[in-house]
């Protein structure tokens, strides 16, 4: 581990799970590692000190910082992909920094600086700034909220959205802690940011749901029209390091979902649990009547968006007579595979068809 942390940057060590645990937490066996490492590290000493100092006056009794405000002051930084020796140009890090050091002194409050919530990104590059909005949905019904944009927003219960009015000129961002589902109105010069504590998401126009509650081991995103990219916060930093953001993340089209672990630190794409028809088909479009099989996938991959896959050879002597008109996609697919003898698994947001052939 210590080569992992010798050149650690600040934004690195203050979103590191180690060096947290040991700051905030102080779990015993971390702080046995990090007292040790300091030791054995004396140069990097004063870097680990100037992290911990932050962390530490952000989570006093009477100056309690979240997570999120926290990740939003490194997203800063990371976004923005300057050099650990550039940064210290930016704004609203030298307001991170004097958190650090004034409150230190004892001479600045912490609700002076904190009465309003930090946004990566928008905040510093908007001088145009009137104020930034806060929704809190404390209720037990979904809320409608609508931007500047018209683009129109169902915040869940429990959830918080944040974002500037008026937005930035080159994007459109909010900073999410909850579930919300977007319906976001088009505008190819203004990409459409989602941000959450681990993964951001992307878009142009299109309407989706995005689930994370800090804390939480699991992220999710859902599409229903369009299409959304979405990445880690790991792989957006590199993607913004090189300025190229096809890079990272997975691209989503309508029935299809991205999950995120945060043990494993990785998005897994599938299809969602409940897929609906994205093109509008006649009842008759799912009754069939001794129907060649590679006909029923065609029907479905139009009616769901869903790509099939599948051994034409094998299946070419394989028809279906059934109505399928009531059913769910899965509840076909399983139908399909009982009168026909086959199987299938969905794989990257594919369902694939394994046979071994009709007589």
Known sequence: MQKEYKNASFEELIKDESFRGWVIDNDPIKTAFWEKWMLENPDSKANILFAKSFLQNLQEKEIQASDDEIENFVYIVLSEGKSK????????????????????????????????????????????????????????????????DGSKIQLY???????????????????????????????????FWVHTQKISTQVLGTSFMVSYFDGEQ??????KTGKVSVYTQKDLTESVK???????????????????????????????????????????????????????????????????????????????????EME?????????????????????AQVIIYSKGCN
């Open 157 to 191: 219960p429990k959830s918080r959205i944040r974002y500037p009015n008026p937005f930035d000129s080159k994007k459109r961002e909010v900073f999410l802690n909850g579930k919300a589902f977007f319906e976001v109105v088009k505008n190819s010069e203004k990409p």
């Open 85 to 148: 020796f550039i940064f210290w140009k930016n704004k609203v890090f030298r307001m991170a920094a004097s958190v650090v050091l004034l409150l230190g002194l004892g001479i600045f409050s912490y609700s002076l600086i904190f009465n309003k919530p930090i946004l990566p990104n928008t905040i510093t590059a908007n001088k145009d700034l009137e104020k930034v909005v806060e929704n809190t949905n404390k209720t037990n019904q979904i809320i409608t909220l609508y931007l500047e």
């Open 218 to 223: 699991k992220a999710k995103v859902q599409v």
């Open 328 to 348: 769910s996609l899965y509840e076909k697919l399983n139908l399909i595979c009982r009168i026909t003898h086959s199987t299938y698994e969905i794989v990257d």
């Open 242 to 324: 090189q300025d190229n953001l096809l890079l990272a993340g997975v691209v989503l089209t309508p029935n299809q979902q991205a999950l995120f672990d945060t043990e494993e630190n990785r998005l897994v794409k599938t299809i969602v649990e409940m897929p609906i028809q994205i093109v509008e088909t006649q009842k008759s479009n799912f009754q069939f009547d001794d129907t060649p099989l590679t006909e029923v996938f065609a029907s479905l991959e139009k009616a769901y968006g869903i790509s099939f896959n599948y051994d034409e050879k094998k299946i070419q002597n394989c028809y279906l007579t059934a109505n399928l």
